[in-house]
């Protein structure tokens, strides 16, 4: 008999079928069987620390869990976020929050770090120093000066002719606050007047100035469009020096 009217035997068909369909219920049932455990590892409940008050920033682990300021609750695996931290971790007590922490937030690991960086209150740009030095009224364009603004800076002295001279001594220098006032005023109000004056600049420019406000009489100039840089040349900002005897 040929293998082909060995297979049309109606025994050999039925049992072919049945084989085929053995195979095809075994691998439906494992097929099932991975979907519910993937089911059920996804609305697992695991127990994490919640902050139960706000926590301020710099606060240590172990402050916080002395404090009760920690609560256990159980969220569902699917939905925590990557390196949350359970009653199981072992986190450094010494370790302290980056930032605040709201109420009900999820505690996370790369929240805590060992050094905070203290909050200055000043936006010094990276790269230059923050200094103050005095200022009168009228040495700050009649108090129009406010945090924020880019001032050219002038120098008065006495020249080696013993003649008082005026010349540019910073193109531009970004004021970060006056007085205690380091925010700019989004109504358009002035700064309550003070003759502190701070401002940023390079180390070599910051160096600079520190010995002129103790030699010489400073003055600050404002540009059209808070922009002293549509002042410049391709020699830089260059004026003339003006004496007294010339």
Excluded: H
Aim: proline fraction near 7%; hydrophobic fraction near 40%; avoid cysteine.
């Amino acid at each position: 008999m040929s293998p082909r009217g060995f297979l049309r035997q109606p025994r050999i068909q039925s049992a072919l079928v049945l084989i085929l369909s053995i195979f095809v219920g075994v691998g439906t049932y494992f097929y099932l069987l991975s979907y519910q455990n993937r089911i059920q590892s996804s609305s697992e409940l695991i127990p994490v620390y919640v902050a139960s008050s706000e926590i301020a920033s710099g606060s240590s682990y172990e402050e916080i869990r002395n404090s009760n300021q920690l609560e256990i609750k159980e969220m569902p695996k699917s939905s925590l976020p990557a390196g949350v931290i359970t009653p199981r971790s072992e986190i450094v007590a010494s370790l302290k929050t980056k930032g605040p922490l709201a109420t009900g937030q999820i505690l996370v690991s790369n929240y805590f770090v060992g050094e905070v960086a203290p909050d200055l209150g000043l936006p010094i740009p990276k790269g230059m120093l923050a200094i103050t030095i005095s200022v009168d009224d009228v040495s700050r364009v009649g108090n129009f000066v406010a945090p924020g603004s880019k001032v050219v800076v002038f120098t008065t002295d006495i020249s080696n002719s013993n003649a008082k001279e005026t010349k540019v001594f910073l193109p531009e220098a970004l004021v970060l606050g006056i007085g205690t006032q380091t925010n700019q005023s989004q109504d358009g109000t002035m700064p309550t007047p003070s003759s502190l004056v701070t401002v940023a600049l390079y180390p070599k420019d910051a160096q600079r100035l520190i010995l002129a406000s103790k030699t010489s009489d400073i003055t600050f100039a404002l540009a059209y469009g808070n922009n002293p840089n549509s002042l410049l040349t391709s020699a830089g900002l260059s004026l003339p020096r003006v004496s007294t005897g010339g």
